[in-house]
């Protein structure tokens, strides 16, 4: 055991692969149930995308978190996980025809839809079942967020939602169409945000929106505020649980609701990238001219955020307690982008010590491709560990 991971029972199973802390997961769960309890109608629904891993989706469900799927796959991957149609909420600017009519068949609680095409799509589709679909709009705030350009989705630029100025007229269209119905507004303006300035910003744009809806005599039911809270990659160890707290108590202090409105929430990387680290085991440690490399059997077809997003996640060596040498720690694969970190320092490194990625919880196992033919890392939970 060193830090908080079994090395002894790592050392029996093929590397690279995902380790969950379920004790950690459940612990944030607490935390964000002990946040939102203390206000009537919050929901929490888990961004399933961050990570579908059938043990955690279980683990999330029981603590009575809804689900925020964007494919029929996630949706099949939460009814698989036991959650009740009544708690899913389905979001995503190209929704397909079946996976439209997969909602409907679950009786989903909403589908946050983007366009005006989408939803004459679902009003045809429901209609041809006899339903009524409930739907929420989601709104292009044009807020920006300071986080990476790649998961920025709140500008007038993104791809996502529809402009404000359409809201009023979509709203109007929509409830002239007979298998629809409009329960609410939805919003989503990006991820890794720990600025709560930008969630300010979010509020203040939902406010206004509101206050011109009842211009128009139009009132909502819900209002989905998206998800996006940021997570200290740099401190796993100390600082293990988002700031829930500050998090919460911006919509608290700056949402206005209206009375008898719900609120609620989509978080994902909150929820599950601390639990998460990609155990990997050193294959060589080469000495370059300048620099030596601690060449490692993960690469990035296992986690891509550094690849991809320039992401920096800790490692550490968990094996090892010699002195402190530093390294750039790179996978097998044959670009350079597959680095995982440049210049780092770790605990003296040796063929065969095993390497925790961590904070990889979120979009790690999820984004896992099979790139050069590799198997998909497999993803076990301290529980049956
Ligand atoms: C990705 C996404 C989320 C979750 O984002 P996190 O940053 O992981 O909290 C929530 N809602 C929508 C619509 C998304 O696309």
């Not at 190209?94 to 366009?115: Q, T």
Request: hydrophobic share 40%; net charge neutral.
């Amino acid at each position: 055991m060193k830090g908080i991971f079994p090395v002894d029972r790592f050392q029996t199973i093929r590397t690279p692969f995902y380790y969950y802390d379920t004790e950690l997961l459940r612990q944030t769960l607490r935390a964000i149930n002990a946040e939102t309890s203390r206000h009537e109608g919050w929901h929490v629904h888990y961004a399933v995308k961050a990570n579908a891993n059938p043990k955690l989706l279980t683990i999330i469900r029981e603590a009575g978190l809804g689900a925020d799927c964007v494919s029929g796959g996630e949706i099949e991957a939460c009814v698989k996980a036991g959650f009740p149609g009544s708690k899913i909420v389905y979001a995503g600017v190209g929704k397909a025809d079946w996976e439209i009519n997969l909602g409907l068949d679950r009786d989903i609680f909403c589908f946050n839809v983007e366009s005006i095409p989408e939803l004459e799509i679902i009003n045809e589709l429901a209609a041809a079942k006899g339903k009524v679909a409930r739907v929420a709009f989601r709104l292009n705030p044009n807020v920006g967020a300071h986080t990476h350009a790649n998961i920025t989705t709140g500008l007038a630029e993104n791809k996502f939602g529809i402009a404000m100025r359409d809201m009023v007229p979509v709203i109007e269209h929509a409830s002239r169409l007979k298998n629809i119905q409009v329960v609410g507004l939805h919003f989503h303006i990006g991820s890794q945000i720990l600025d709560m300035g930008d969630f300010q910003a979010l509020c203040n744009r939902i406010n206004e929106l509101q206050d011109e809806l009842e211009r128009h005599r139009i009132r909502v039911e819900h209002i989905n505020v998206g998800g996006g809270l940021g997570i200290d990659y740099e401190h796993p160890n100390r600082v293990p649980l988002p700031d829930f707290k500050a998090y919460f108590d911006t919509y608290a202090k700056k949402l206005k609701l209206r009375s008898g409105q719900t609120l609620h929430f989509e978080l994902g990387r909150a929820v599950v990238a601390q639990c998460g680290s990609l155990i990997t085991r050193t294959l060589y440690i080469k000495k370059g001219a300048v620099k030596q490399f601690a060449i490692v059997d993960a690469g990035f077809p296992d986690l891509i955020r550094p690849a991809l997003y320039q992401a920096y996640h800790k490692i550490e060596n968990i094996c090892s307690n010699e002195p402190k040498e530093t390294y750039d720690v790179v996978g097998p694969i044959c670009e350079s982008t597959d680095v995982f970190a440049k210049q780092i320092d770790l605990d003296g490194t040796k063929r065969g010590d095993l390497l925790a990625i961590r904070s990889a919880g979120a979009y790690g196992e999820i984004m896992a491709s099979g790139y050069n033919c590799r198997q998909l890392p497999v993803g076990y939970t301290s529980d049956e560990l």
